[in-house]
């Protein structure tokens, strides 16, 4: 017996609480789910999973039925990036447990609660190369907050709980629980451990800290020490419930905020100190409030010059700084001092070496400075001329089309050419569904240009109404993501924009969301290519396609494959629109359909995502307008 084996049976025993009649593995393992307050699960069946099925089938938890173990693990983290609940979601063995490989590893680096629960071989065929057997917890040992293997059925209530609550406190991540079928089989009397007792046996793992009072003094004076401040905040914004705050420590200050990808909608991007986002593909503005501004350089010898400098201050709060937002990144904030409030200490001085590190819960921190702040009578400094800096930055490069041509010369728009019409740029897409929806719809997304656009053309205004595979980019995400998001807001508009590549991947999910009746709407911004791909070969490879398209090879004047013909076999409507005349009153007919919809919009594959810091590089060689 292990020595965790042992704890649990200590554990176990000195548990003083109601003990149910003996039950079956099973249906303690679903129990134990509703017990943490579990309302839907994301499950396909298998040999070694279909007695927890058996129970569910007898449960209160909404059981969805994905037609693809990845789809299924994707709405599980769509769900609980809507909510900030654990999603839950389960397969069978072997090579329904892999399928959920990739959501597991997203969810990891996006910090998201999942729980993913695999069938297992019995105990006696583990180790003997069994029938879709496969080592779950060694496959997924670099990519899980913790995994549990199961060899005891009276350890279920104990691991079920502990899972819970590993998953979503401190830094949420996934927790993997792989149940053998033999455990499933047999029966005991189950002990319910409350929470209490499972974090007092929880060695090693304190998700409850706190910054220290001279911590947070020193922030604020740092603050009253600077000129050009700039907040850097992130995920843990969002996952930390700390948005409120945030706000109101922003103007309490007056410092400009900007976000990363997956701190969209931390803070209102219609506000006034909103830098929107930065990075790669972030706002110009931003990145020169951060990094100072450049003169473009007309050629590769030519040296670097700094014409106006960026922040002398940067509180990164929530972040990582990961690469897509620093580029090269000894240079990023390169003239600022850096400090890095965090609840993972593991990020302090990873990427970028901070001045002051800080380790601590967001939301304690920002609800303590605030009070702090506002005890003193709030921020002597004001930090106008910072303020007016800042706004020409914005008025000088606002997001913007990079083509203004109504003319598109792809190939699979030629068929559609009619005299005086004017073709539909991506861009516009997602501004008249932004104007449509009055900026309140939930919008997942795939991966690529689409996903990049969907930051740029839509302001979010509220926590968690941004959904994206941020951290490891996996296509085929967007459409799954929605109908988790829209199981979980069944009175909100969710939106998944999406390229017709990502959108191929996980097509499938379209079946459940008609059997299901999830009524998550997609538009495909459909240019019959692989388009981040595309950009970079237009500005690494001299424009040579390296197998970046996607449409028929032997008819490069059609739209393959026919998305319309495609989701109307699924029972899901569809519409193709090609002219800018009928895209508004498209996106209407599809945001009022009752069910999920799909809008097929034929776009040009010459469009290129700007402004664009290539990969390694600084914001001295960022191409921020045609």
């Not at 060695?203 to 009253?224: H, K, T, V």
């Not at 106006?308 to 690469?323: E, I, N, P, S, Y």
């Amino acid at each position: 017996m292990s020595k965790s084996q042992t704890d649990r049976k200590k554990n176990r025993s000195a548990t003083k609480t109601a003990v149910s009649p003996a039950m079956w593995g099973r249906d303690i393992f679903v129990e134990a789910l509703e017990r943490e307050g579990v309302e839907v699960i994301f499950a396909y069946p298998g040999g070694a999973s279909m007695e927890l099925h058996q129970s569910l089938t007898k449960s209160k938890i909404r059981t969805i039925l994905p037609r693809h173990e990845q789809g299924g693990s994707f709405a599980a983290e769509g769900y609980a990036r809507a909510t900030g609940k654990a999603g839950v979601c389960m397969a069978t063995s072997g090579p329904g447990a892999t399928n959920l490989v990739t959501a597991i590893a997203d969810a990891y680096m996006d910090s998201t609660p999942l729980v993913a629960i695999t069938g297992q071989v019995p105990q006696a065929m583990i180790g003997r190369g069994a029938f879709q057997e496969t080592d779950m917890i060694g496959v997924t040992l670099p990519i899980v907050k913790h995994s549990y293997l199961v060899t005891d059925i009276n350890d279920i209530p104990w691991i079920v709980k502990e899972a819970f609550y590993i998953a979503q406190s401190g830094r949420p991540g996934p927790v993997v629980i792989d149940v053998p079928k033999n455990v499933q089989q047999v029966k005991t009397q189950p002990v319910w451990p409350t929470l209490e007792q499972v974090r007092a046996k929880l060695r090693g793992y304190n998700p409850d800290i706190f910054a220290s009072d001279p911590e947070l003094d020193e922030i604020i004076e740092r603050i009253e020490k600077s000129d050009r401040p700039v907040l850097y905040t992130g995920g843990g914004i969002i996952t930390s419930g700390a948005a409120a705050e945030l706000k109101k420590f922003i103007e309490a200050t007056r410092i400009p905020v900007t976000t990363t990808l997956m701190g969209i909608g931390g803070f209102p991007e219609d506000h006034d100190l909103s830098l929107r986002w930065l990075g790669m593909h972030g706002a110009a503005f931003a990145n020169w409030a951060v990094n100072g501004e450049y003169v473009q350089r007309k050629s590769a010898s030519e040296p670097m010059v700094k014409i106006k400098d960026g922040a002398d201050l940067l509180l990164a709060f929530g972040v990582r700084f990961d690469d897509r937002v620093t580029g090269k990144f000894d240079e990023f904030a390169k003239g600022a001092t850096i400090v890095h409030l965090d609840i993972d200490a593991s990020e302090h001085n990873k990427n970028r070496r901070a001045n002051l590190t800080v380790h601590g819960d967001l939301h304690d921190a920002l609800k303590r400075l605030n009070a702090k702040i506002a005890k003193r009578g709030g921020i002597t400094r004001k930090f106008t001329a910072w303020h007016t800096q800042i706004n020409e930055w914005k008025a000088k490069a606002p997001f913007q089309y990079t083509s203004k041509s109504e003319f598109v010369d792809s190939d699979h728009i030629k068929p559609f050419a009619r005299g005086g019409e004017e073709y539909i740029l991506p861009q516009m897409v997602i501004e008249e569904l932004y104007h449509l929806t009055k900026g309140e719809a939930y919008i997942t997304t795939g991966v690529g240009q689409h996903q990049m656009w969907a930051g740029q053309w839509y302001k979010y205004r509220h926590a968690r109404q941004f959904v994206t595979s941020a951290g490891l980019g996996s296509m085929g995400f967007g459409f799954p993501a929605a109908l988790g998001v829209k199981v979980a807001r069944p009175d909100k508009q969710v939106v998944d924009i999406d390229g017709d590549g990502s959108f191929l991947m996980n097509i499938q999910e379209l079946a459940t969301a008609h059997v299901e009746k999830i009524a998550a709407k997609a538009v495909i911004l459909n240019n019959q290519h692989l388009g981040m791909v595309v950009q970079w070969e237009d500005n690494f490879y001299g424009g040579n396609r390296g197998h970046t398209y996607l449409g028929n090879p032997d008819n490069r004047q059609s739209i393959y494959p026919d998305y319309v013909k495609v989701c109307t076999s699924f029972n899901v409507p569809c519409e193709r629109v090609v002219y800018r005349k009928d895209l508004r009153a498209a996106l209407q007919r599809m945001l009022d359909s009752k069910t999920a919809y799909v809008l097929d919009v034929i776009t040009p594959y010459t469009e290129h995502v700007l402004p664009f810091i290539p990969a390694g590089r600084t914001v001295a060689d960022m191409i921020w307008k045609a």
